[in-house]
């Protein structure tokens, strides 16, 4: 599935995590999805510490530092946050794609599997 964004309508942030949400492709730069899936593992590192010993880690503020990545820490806190629907929805809005929850949509992997020809594997 090849995206097209509005990108003028949104931060480079919020276009990456749009893709980074859709599924990458072959031809996406390898970085952004890394920093993403980092960006997830400090979050629910941070949820799990606070659950256990009722206080916070800050693996997401060292992401933000200065210097590090704090426009995609910012667009990942947004998104978890309790407005993170409204968000969503807006940033699908402003980059001119559809809520892809409203249809069936393969996921990726299965999309990958189909072009290489890869035959799924039945329990």
């Not at 003028?8 to 920093?35: H, V």
Request: aromatic residues 10%; proline residues 3%.
């Amino acid at each position: 599935m090849i995206l097209k964004l509005r990108a003028g309508a949104m931060t480079s942030a919020e276009a990456s995590f749009l893709s980074w949400q859709f599924g990458f492709e072959d031809d996406d730069d390898r970085f952004l999805p890394a920093l993403w899936r980092a960006i997830d593992q400090a979050w629910l590192s941070d949820l799990q510490r606070m659950v256990a010993i009722d206080q916070g880690l800050g693996h997401l503020s060292r992401l933000a530092a200065p210097g590090a990545f704090p426009d995609e820490v910012g667009v990942f806190l947004r998104f978890k946050s309790d407005d993170g629907e409204r968000y969503w929805l807006d940033m699908l809005k402003r980059a001119g794609i559809a809520d892809r929850r409203q249809r069936c949509v393969m996921p990726s992997v299965e999309r990958r599997r189909a072009r290489s020809g890869a035959t799924r594997i039945r329990s």
